[in-house]
């Protein structure tokens, strides 16, 4: 688990799930055991790169929770690369940042929202998207 | 009486008559004539002759009017002379009377009438007698006690004149205008100290002596705007055409290159028949104003071009500009560089081409440390050189072709002023005349300070300007990055709890197991306590930017550190698949801090493992020679840009090619602080594309000395 995608194991995943995509390890399992705990499926991945992978496989996450500072491939070069397939253009995106408004707006998404994260706005943003997983 | 004592008579009396002719006929000092009754003249004699210019038969029959002045015949005097004569019988004066040539003479004249023996009335005599000569010594002596009585009034009134003449003239040389006097045709008759001082003659008396051309050798008139002033427009020589005049004059002495204003008034002297006879001129000069006022326009226009701008180097530069050609013909600024030698950083002429000169100077033959910009640097005080001389300027250039060039200059006085820096000076400035001629003075010295004195102020103000900008970047820098550290861990934990509160809000802890929650609660201290050492790293950094950092040797394995650093980053690495490999050569044992070494090591192998892009990571340890030990990280990652290799070492900096990598920069800021605290080195070799090795020099060191107790106060 520690080096693959996070894959949920719940009913609802076949539907509906949010890619997480996160360098910090913690945050990341936090993240992927809140949402489980909010009744949502999730899959982590570390990276721009790792994300583009799992996206290649045809998967389409209701929403992506996207970090920017990254190595190997960070947030805004990820998203470029999404907006290249048409395919993937249209899923939304939500950016969680520590960096300042200034440079987060360098990016085109949905929300932005700031670290050091509250599950509740996480929650706010992610049932705009995936209705589903609330129930 | 008888027939002969009667012939007898008669023959007496003939004799006396022939005697008598004789007589007349003879006497050349009296003219003796006779006029008919009519007035003309019928005998003459010599002395007549003689007298009066006439030949006897020039006159004879003519009217004795002819001897008379012209107004005494227009007044008819001969013939009143004449009816005085016959009513009294006898006239006698003095007085003028003409000679045949017109000439006049004074004559003593007597004329009677003439009866014969039965009375009856024949006419006049006349005598005669030329009293010129005589008149004449009675008029000389009259003029001569005439003549000594006007001398004798003419020394009173000379010595009277003299008296007030020195008055005046004391009183116009004590005044502080100068004061000159010509005369039409005569060039200047008097001049003042203040005059001669002004025309830069010694003394009146050498003003006076010079010839005109003499005196307008010594400077140039000029206006106030220092346009020619055209000699003739000169209030004196105005006032010598008769008209008053006033003008502002800019004396520019040849000899010095000063400039001397003085406001100049010019009046007339005329005569009562309305010609001029004199000229006054008075100079009231005004150059120490001017020159203030000069001084104080300069320091205005350097204070506001000092102010201008913050960037200290281009605000010298524009102040040397300034000064140029109001206070000098050269400027200069020159500032002390880390190796303590001075750096040319301005120097201004009027002339560009001479500016390159000055640069070519400068490279050619660097100032001696010796020399004046070094001692003021020195001793911090201002130097002020009134007069360049030959000598000195033989003894300053030891190499001929630079001898040369320094005589072609002709530089004249000179002045540099330290640039201060709190006690310290930090560079000169200098101010240099040549072309111009120009002496510089105390007053210019004080100038000169000044502006040393407000550019030292703008330099302070423009470093600490930079130094504050500097110190709020690095502030900044480390918010930035300390927030966005803090803030993933924090996010970490505030996701976990904040989950499990909205999870217990809504009745679904419930559904989590013991073991689960159990874990969670693990998980959310564990993260608490990498917080708290998070921030105790943070204001470790944040000390150690201040303070000093201070080291508790002890005996320690560099390996052993290594060893416990990697084991620590082994699962980081693996998640990245990447592998840390660890190389002991010899012994690795010294006396170091062993905390503050595993910090050091810690974040060059944490840095490998972050940009080392999953390639294998060496960590190599040897003993070295000569008693150090050499440390080396090298990773397989993109490597660093050489432009960024000594930057990255900064306090928050990292390299431009990780801006989007988390991190706070910290790392290698800390590490080498370490590392030369420890009396060590370190340094990072690195070819972009191909990783980068970074490497740590320790000194073994030396066991800490013994704590000396007895200086510690007995504890009670």
Same mark, same amino acid.
């Given at each position: 688990?520690?080096?693959?995608?996070?894959?949920?194991?719940?009913?609802?995943?076949?539907?509906?799930?949010? *890619?997480?995509?996160?360098?910090?390890?913690?945050?990341?399992?936090? *993240?992927?055991?809140? @949402?489980? *705990?909010?009744?949502?499926?999730?899959?982590?991945?570390?990276?721009?790169?790792?994300? @583009?992978?799992?996206?290649?496989?045809?998967?389409?996450?209701?929403?992506?929770? *996207?970090?920017?500072?990254?190595?190997?491939?960070?947030?805004?070069?990820?998203?470029?690369?999404?907006?290249?397939?048409?395919? @993937?253009?249209?899923?939304?995106?939500?950016?969680?940042?520590?960096?300042?408004?200034?440079?987060?707006?360098?990016?085109?998404?949905?929300?932005?929202?700031?670290?050091? @994260?509250?599950?509740?706005?996480?929650?706010?943003?992610?049932?705009?998207?995936?209705?589903?997983?609330?129930? | 009486?008888?027939?002969?004592?009667?012939?007898?008579?008669?023959?007496?009396?003939?004799?006396?008559?022939?005697?008598?002719?004789?007589?007349?006929?003879?006497?050349?000092?009296?003219?003796?004539?006779?006029?008919?009754?009519?007035?003309?003249?019928?005998?003459?004699?010599?002395?007549?002759?003689?007298?009066?210019?006439?030949?006897?038969?020039?006159?004879?029959?003519?009217?004795?009017?002819?001897?008379?002045?012209?107004?005494?015949?227009?007044?008819?005097?001969?013939?009143?002379?004449?009816?005085?004569?016959?009513?009294?019988?006898?006239?006698?004066?003095?007085?003028?009377?003409?000679?045949?040539?017109?000439?006049?003479?004074?004559?003593?004249?007597?004329?009677? =009438?003439?009866?014969?023996?039965?009375?009856?009335?024949?006419?006049?005599?006349?005598?005669?007698?030329?009293?010129?000569?005589?008149?004449?010594?009675?008029?000389?002596?009259?003029?001569?006690?005439?003549?000594?009585?006007?001398?004798?009034?003419?020394?009173?009134?000379?010595?009277?004149? #003299?008296?007030?003449?020195?008055?005046?003239?004391?009183?116009?040389?004590?005044?502080?205008?100068?004061?000159?006097?010509?005369?039409?045709?005569?060039?200047?008759?008097?001049?003042?100290?203040?005059?001669?001082?002004?025309?830069?003659?010694?003394?009146?008396?050498?003003?006076?002596?010079?010839?005109?051309?003499?005196?307008?050798?010594?400077?140039?008139?000029?206006?106030?705007?220092?346009?020619?002033?055209?000699?003739?427009?000169?209030?004196?020589?105005?006032?010598?055409?008769?008209?008053?005049?006033?003008?502002?004059? #800019?004396? #520019?002495?040849?000899?010095?290159?000063?400039?001397?204003?003085?406001?100049?008034?010019?009046? &007339?002297?005329?005569?009562?028949?309305?010609?001029?006879?004199?000229?006054?001129?008075?100079?009231?000069?005004?150059?120490?104003?001017?020159?203030?006022?000069?001084?104080?326009?300069?320091?205005?226009?350097?204070?506001?071009?000092?102010?201008?701008?913050?960037?200290?180097?281009?605000?010298?530069?524009?102040?040397?500009?300034?000064?140029?050609?109001?206070?000098?013909?050269?400027?200069?600024?020159?500032?002390?560089?880390?190796? =303590?030698?001075?750096?040319?950083?301005?120097?201004?002429?009027?002339?560009?081409?001479?500016?390159?000169?000055?640069?070519?100077?400068?490279?050619?033959?660097?100032?001696?440390?010796?020399?004046?910009?070094?001692?003021?640097?020195?001793?911090?005080?201002?130097?002020?050189?009134?007069?360049?001389?030959?000598?000195?300027?033989?003894?300053?250039?030891?190499?001929?072709?630079?001898?040369?060039?320094?005589?072609?200059?002709?530089?004249?006085?000179?002045?540099?002023?330290?640039?201060?820096?709190?006690?310290?000076?930090?560079?000169?400035?200098?101010?240099?005349?040549?072309?111009?001629?120009?002496?510089?003075?105390?007053?210019?010295?004080?100038?000169?300070?000044?502006?040393?004195?407000?550019?030292?102020?703008?330099?302070?103000?423009?470093?600490?300007?930079?130094?504050?900008?500097?110190?709020?970047?690095? #502030?900044?820098?480390?918010?930035?990055?300390?927030?966005?550290?803090?803030?993933? &861990?924090?996010?970490?934990?505030?996701?976990?709890?904040?989950?499990?509160?909205?999870?217990?809000?809504?009745?679904?802890?419930?559904?989590?197991?013991?073991?689960?929650?159990?874990?969670?609660?693990?998980?959310?201290?564990?993260?608490?306590?990498?917080?708290?050492?998070?921030?105790?790293?943070?204001?470790?950094?944040?000390?150690?930017?201040?303070?000093?950092?201070?080291?508790?040797?002890?005996?320690?394995?560099?390996?052993?550190?290594?060893?416990?650093?990697?084991?620590?980053?082994?699962?980081?690495?693996?998640?990245?698949?990447?592998?840390?490999?660890?190389?002991?050569?010899?012994?690795?044992?010294?006396?170091?801090?062993?905390?503050?070494?595993?910090?050091?090591?810690?974040?060059?192998?944490?840095?490998?493992?972050?940009?080392?892009?999953?390639?294998?990571?060496?960590?190599?340890?040897?003993?070295?020679?000569?008693?150090?030990?050499?440390?080396?990280?090298?990773?397989?990652?993109?490597?660093?840009?050489?432009?960024?290799?000594?930057?990255?070492?900064?306090?928050?900096?990292?390299?431009?090619?990780?801006?989007?990598?988390?991190?706070?920069?910290?790392?290698?800021?800390?590490?080498?602080?370490?590392?030369?605290?420890?009396?060590?080195?370190?340094?990072?070799?690195?070819?972009?594309?191909?990783?980068?090795?970074?490497?740590?020099?320790?000194?073994?060191?030396?066991?800490?000395?013994?704590?000396?107790?007895?200086?510690?106060?007995?504890?009670?």
């Amino acid at each position: 688990m520690a080096n693959g995608p996070h894959m949920t194991s719940g009913a609802a995943t076949a539907l509906e799930y949010i *890619l997480v995509v996160e360098d910090d390890k913690d945050l990341r399992d936090s *993240l992927f055991e809140a @949402l489980e *705990l909010e009744g949502y499926a999730a899959v982590c991945v570390e990276n721009g790169q790792a994300a @583009l992978s799992h996206l290649a496989t045809g998967a389409r996450p209701c929403v992506i929770l *996207l970090d920017l500072m990254m190595p190997v491939m960070d947030g805004w070069t990820f998203r470029q690369e999404m907006l290249k397939d048409p395919s @993937l253009a249209s899923i939304p995106v939500i950016v969680m940042t520590a960096a300042t408004p200034a440079r987060a707006a360098a990016i085109a998404a949905q929300v932005v929202i700031y670290k050091p @994260l509250h599950m509740g706005r996480v929650m706010d943003v992610v049932q705009e998207h995936c209705p589903g997983g609330a129930a | 009486m008888g027939a002969l004592e009667h012939a007898r008579n008669r023959e007496v009396e003939e004799e006396a008559v022939d005697l008598l002719a004789l007589l007349v006929a003879q006497v050349v000092d009296y003219a003796i004539f006779v006029l008919d009754k009519d007035g003309c003249v019928a005998s003459w004699n010599p002395g007549a002759q003689r007298i009066k210019g006439y030949a006897t038969s020039e006159i004879i029959g003519k009217p004795y009017a002819v001897f008379f002045t012209e107004e005494d015949r227009a007044s008819g005097k001969p013939n009143k002379i004449l009816s005085h004569v016959q009513a009294h019988d006898r006239y006698e004066e003095e007085g003028w009377r003409v000679r045949k040539d017109g000439t006049r003479f004074w004559a003593s004249v007597v004329v009677t =009438g003439l009866h014969d023996r039965r009375g009856a009335f024949r006419g006049f005599a006349k005598i005669t007698r030329d009293l010129t000569d005589r008149r004449q010594a009675e008029e000389a002596a009259r003029l001569a006690a005439a003549e000594q009585a006007a001398r004798r009034q003419a020394e009173i009134d000379e010595r009277d004149m #003299r008296r007030s003449r020195d008055q005046l003239d004391l009183i116009l040389r004590s005044i502080s205008e100068g004061v000159m006097v010509q005369a039409p045709q005569r060039g200047f008759i008097f001049a003042n100290e203040a005059a001669a001082r002004l025309c830069d003659f010694d003394s009146p008396e050498a003003l006076l002596a010079a010839t005109r051309e003499e005196i307008f050798s010594k400077f140039e008139v000029l206006r106030e705007d220092g346009s020619p002033f055209p000699l003739d427009e000169l209030p004196g020589r105005v006032a010598l055409q008769g008209r008053p005049s006033n003008a502002v004059v #800019r004396f #520019r002495l040849k000899r010095t290159g000063e400039d001397r204003w003085s406001f100049v008034s010019g009046a &007339p002297v005329v005569d009562r028949h309305g010609n001029v006879d004199l000229s006054v001129s008075v100079f009231r000069e005004f150059t120490d104003r001017r020159r203030s006022e000069q001084a104080w326009q300069f320091l205005a226009d350097a204070s506001v071009a000092l102010s201008a701008s913050l960037d200290y180097e281009a605000t010298l530069k524009h102040v040397a500009d300034l000064a140029v050609p109001t206070i000098a013909d050269w400027s200069a600024v020159d500032i002390l560089t880390s190796d =303590g030698s001075l750096a040319q950083l301005a120097v201004a002429h009027v002339d560009p081409s001479k500016r390159e000169l000055a640069k070519e100077w400068r490279r050619r033959w660097p100032p001696p440390r010796e020399g004046v910009p070094y001692q003021v640097i020195r001793t911090g005080l201002p130097q002020l050189l009134p007069e360049i001389t030959d000598a000195m300027i033989e003894a300053g250039t030891p190499d001929k072709e630079q001898r040369r060039v320094a005589f072609q200059l002709g530089l004249r006085s000179a002045m540099v002023v330290p640039l201060m820096a709190g006690k310290e000076a930090i560079g000169t400035l200098t101010f240099l005349t040549a072309e111009s001629g120009r002496r510089y003075g105390t007053q210019d010295l004080i100038l000169a300070t000044e502006i040393g004195r407000r550019a030292s102020l703008a330099i302070e103000n423009a470093r600490s300007y930079t130094e504050t900008r500097e110190a709020v970047r690095t #502030r900044d820098n480390f918010l930035a990055v300390a927030s966005h550290e803090l803030r993933t &861990p924090l996010s970490a934990l505030s996701v976990l709890i904040s989950s499990l509160v909205r999870a217990a809000a809504s009745g679904r802890l419930l559904k989590l197991s013991p073991e689960t929650l159990t874990q969670r609660m693990v998980k959310a201290e564990r993260q608490m306590t990498q917080l708290g050492r998070l921030v105790d790293r943070l204001l470790d950094v944040s000390r150690l930017s201040t303070g000093d950092l201070r080291l508790e040797r002890e005996r320690t394995d560099l390996g052993d550190v290594a060893r416990d650093v990697i084991s620590r980053y082994e699962d980081v690495a693996a998640e990245t698949g990447s592998t840390i490999e660890l190389r002991t050569t010899g012994p690795t044992i010294g006396w170091w801090d062993r905390g503050r070494l595993d910090q050091a090591v810690t974040n060059l192998v944490g840095n490998a493992v972050k940009y080392g892009q999953g390639a294998p990571v060496t960590v190599s340890i040897s003993s070295g020679t000569s008693g150090h030990v050499r440390l080396t990280v090298r990773d397989g990652g993109p490597g660093i840009p050489l432009e960024d290799q000594e930057r990255i070492f900064g306090q928050f900096e990292r390299s431009s090619e990780s801006e989007n990598l988390p991190g706070m920069g910290l790392g290698l800021w800390l590490a080498r602080r370490i590392v030369t605290a420890h009396g060590g080195a370190i340094n990072l070799d690195s070819v972009p594309g191909e990783g980068a090795t970074f490497s740590v020099l320790l000194p073994i060191g030396a066991p800490p000395a013994p704590v000396i107790t007895e200086d510690l106060p007995e504890r009670t």
